[in-house]
């Protein structure tokens, strides 16, 4: 074939946040990190095949049993959020990990703020989209 149909061929692959950050000890959803989820649902609406798992996270501070409440309320606040965008809950499921699997070696405040995440596992995406790793929306303690 001609090569601008070859071009034409090539579907456009969309770059989404894989992560979204919490400031410490919070499971309520930032201007930065809805600016993100927005663009994820609206993704979601255009690709309804789509499922997501949505899987919270925390820092290594504080107990067991407290991250996983907290991490599961940051998984919550997400779909919740996806789902005021028009996101049907049936294709949102729901995992809370705690302080089980960190994503870094905590050793400063970035580091801390890197783990208060939840993280997005987009079944049947990669063809059409890319989630990546991000830190637009990151929060550290003590300032921006």
């Known amino acids: 074939p001609p090569p601008d149909l070859v071009e034409e061929a090539i579907l ?7 992560d979204l950050h919490f400031a410490f000890d919070q499971s309520d959803i930032e201007p930065e990190t809805g600016v993100l989820l927005s663009r994820i649902a609206a993704f979601l609406k255009t690709y309804p095949d789509i499922i997501i798992e949505l899987r919270g996270h925390t820092d290594t501070r504080g107990s067991d049993e407290y991250n996983m409440a907290l991490s599961h309320r940051r998984a919550v606040a997400v779909r919740n959020y996806l789902m005021a965008s028009g996101v049907s809950p049936s294709r949102m499921t729901v995992r809370a990990f705690g302080k089980l699997n960190p994503l870094v070696e905590e050793e400063g405040d970035a580091d801390t703020a890197l783990n208060r995440r939840v993280d997005i596992d987009a079944e049947k995406a990669s063809k059409v989209g890319e989630f990546i790793r991000q830190k637009q929306d990151l929060h550290l303690e003590g300032g921006p």
């Open 12 to 18: 456009k692959v969309e770059v989404l946040a894989k």
